[in-house]
């Protein structure tokens, strides 16, 4: 960290690579530049995107980026990734990723989670603050994986785009993994692939079975990311849902949401911390050897920690 | 609960469903009943099951608990998906594998996470200790999705199996979700589709890159689950690997790191809900709405909880 205004080092993408780079590292550094940007954040709009592997998600982010670029808007990417032990979280598809988005003036960066979850979601979320504080004005976060721990990162978005392909399974892959719910949008990318129509009706038709009406309906739109087919739409649809938000005064219940499911994430953390901090590597592993070997149970021993 | 003894409550199907059910309910009537069956625990071998969306898995894990059995071993199958909020966590696909079941004794259970993926990552954990102690000898859990959250909830495994398909994107999904680094068997599933001998070869290549070179070099099988072919080999290969952690004496240090994260999660849930018994909603709702007019920051608002 420099003598500069945390602001200041936010001119750059290298200094906004430098400030996320920071937050992945947490600490005390981490707190005080959040602190110092927080009052800068609340402006950007963010958009989630999450969708099993194999549906094009990131090829559609990298098009959605450049179309909003094309606008005129000022636009990041997330790629927030589960990282890969042997090659040290880089992969060979990133990295044409980036030269795909060279000399744009597009932000791109990945994030993995080496540790655990909870790690990488407060990480994440630290990023998007320095990215609004950046003042880009939209921010495009993309999860790996259609597991519960990607849906909870979506859920920090104003705006979430489900995003599925025909042909992955039997089945559609959104209704699989129960995240139509959180999707403001739905995309069937690869649609010139057969079943492309299927896919779109199933999702349709399961958006009917919905019992709660909201104003809002996700649209559903077809895509062809590789080509731009489709792409434009899309846009439009995140702008619009955008201006809904703003209409039905929607924005500040999901930005309390967003901030509820931090606040308790950063309580966790630090709680469980302090309380590991009062005891002994040998004591604790004393207690996980009388677990193995049965004479306690853990529940017992997470009594006793709490009660000592 | 009723008055016999917890174990004596597991010696049907219907009494193991019920204990579950109470698992995922939580609470103290949970802490009591595991505390009653910890000490019976400890001899059932745990596989975890996990993949990417349309590799086959249930059809997979449906075929290896068949092989099991016939093999003369007591299987359950706990499937952990994501639930979905239409069907009320309950898919068509849940139903056709229950009747593909029926009547051959192997117990099978889905779990769904309504709630955040700390409650289902616990409930599941005390779910293997129930099935444990009701003499299960393997344990087949399932994973959907290749997010960070199921890999977690994969090791609590003894032995990990990660399944591919051919033709599901441009990459080999195991790579791309780091989740090679966990697997002690790779299973290409589909094997009769085009693309198989290429995605085994991937991943044979990606271990030769692996520069931790183990005793156990993961085997990497091709099956057709629908038709059982190479399914014997598989699970062949898990009893080889359950011999070899007892050879090595490897199944200790698993165990310890399952219950190392199991209880820091219980630790983790606990001191949060204690701390926020101490917060009124008022004062919560309060705090909320200064972090979402930028008032006041997460980090700032977290200290002052956790002073108080």
Redesign the interface.
């Known amino acids: 960290m420099n003598s500069q205004s945390p602001i200041s080092n936010l001119q750059s993408p290298l200094g906004i690579a430098r400030a996320i780079t920071q937050v992945e590292r947490g600490g005390e550094n981490t707190?005080q530049l959040?602190?110092a940007l927080?009052?800068f954040?609340?402006r950007a709009h963010i958009v989630g995107v999450t969708g099993?592997?194999?549906?094009?998600k990131s090829t559609l982010v990298n098009a959605l980026a450049k179309e909003l670029h094309a606008r005129a808007k000022r636009v990041a990417i997330i790629a927030v990734?589960?990282?890969?032990?042997?090659?040290g979280?880089a992969?060979?598809?990133d990295r044409f990723r980036m030269q795909d988005l060279a000399g744009t003036g597009i932000f791109i960066r990945s994030m993995?989670?080496r540790g655990?979850?909870g790690g990488?979601a407060a990480a994440v979320a630290d990023a998007l603050l320095i990215l609004d504080a950046a003042n880009f004005e939209l921010i495009l976060v993309e999860?790996?994986?259609?597991?519960?721990?990607?849906?909870?990162i979506a859920r920090h978005a104003h705006t979430t785009l489900v995003v599925e392909a025909p042909g992955?399974?039997?089945?559609i892959?959104a209704?699989?993994?129960?995240?139509?719910?959180i999707a403001d949008i739905l995309v069937v990318n690869k649609a010139d692939r057969e079943g492309a129509n299927a896919a779109a009706a199933a999702l349709e038709m399961?958006l009917n079975?919905?019992?709660n009406k909201a104003a809002w309906r996700p649209p559903v739109l077809k895509t062809i990311a590789l080509t731009f087919e489709g792409v434009n739409k899309v846009v439009d649809a995140i702008m619009k849902h955008a201006a809904y938000l703003d209409e039905k005064q929607l924005r500040?219940p999901r930005?309390?949401a967003r901030?509820?499911r931090?606040?308790?994430g950063?309580?966790?953390?630090?709680?469980?911390e302090?309380?590991?901090r009062r005891v002994t590597p040998a004591r604790w592993d004393e207690?996980?050897?009388q677990?193995?070997q049965?004479q306690?149970?853990?529940?017992?021993?997470?009594?006793e920690?709490?009660d000592s």
Chains 1, 2 share one sequence.
């Open positions: 707190r959040i602190r927080f009052p954040t609340g099993a592997p194999g549906t094009g990734d589960p990282s890969s032990p042997f090659s979280g992969i060979l598809g993995a989670s655990q979850l990488l999860t790996v994986g259609a597991g519960q721990g990607e849906v909870e992955l399974g039997d089945d892959q209704i699989k993994a129960g995240i139509l719910e399961n079975l919905n019992p500040v930005e309390r901030f509820d931090e606040l308790r950063l309580l966790e953390r630090e709680l469980l302090r309380t590991l207690w996980l050897r677990i193995t049965r306690r149970d853990p529940y017992s021993v997470a009594q920690i709490l």
